[in-house]
């Protein structure tokens, strides 16, 4: 498209977050900001990446501060809040 490059990723989890969504109990993920942390834990290892392959694989103290920082950004966001309802609501309901 005019000479712009989309780079997509794929961020695969473990069955256990399916599972959990659906209010099974499974081990790891107590709660919903179990959850939130790993997603931004993962997005961070995407974007430094885009960097450098390199970092993408790192735990350091940037990943560190990234994934602090998309956990911020994430736990704002209308649709995290969203699913985070959905799911509690769901779980009353098993």
């Not at 993920?29 to 993962?42: K, P």
Request: overall charge negative; charged content about 25%.
């Amino acid at each position: 498209m005019g000479g712009i490059s989309f780079i997509s990723k794929a961020i695969y989890l473990h069955v256990i977050y399916a599972h959990w969504l659906v209010g099974l109990a499974v081990p790891h993920v107590q709660n919903f900001s179990n959850f939130l942390d790993t997603m931004a834990h993962e997005l961070a290892h995407c974007l430094l990446g885009d960097f450098d392959l390199d970092l993408a694989s790192e735990h350091n103290d940037e990943h560190k501060k990234l994934t602090q920082e998309i956990s911020a950004y994430l736990e704002k966001m209308p649709e995290v809040k969203e699913l985070e309802r959905l799911q509690k609501d769901f779980k009353k309901k098993i």
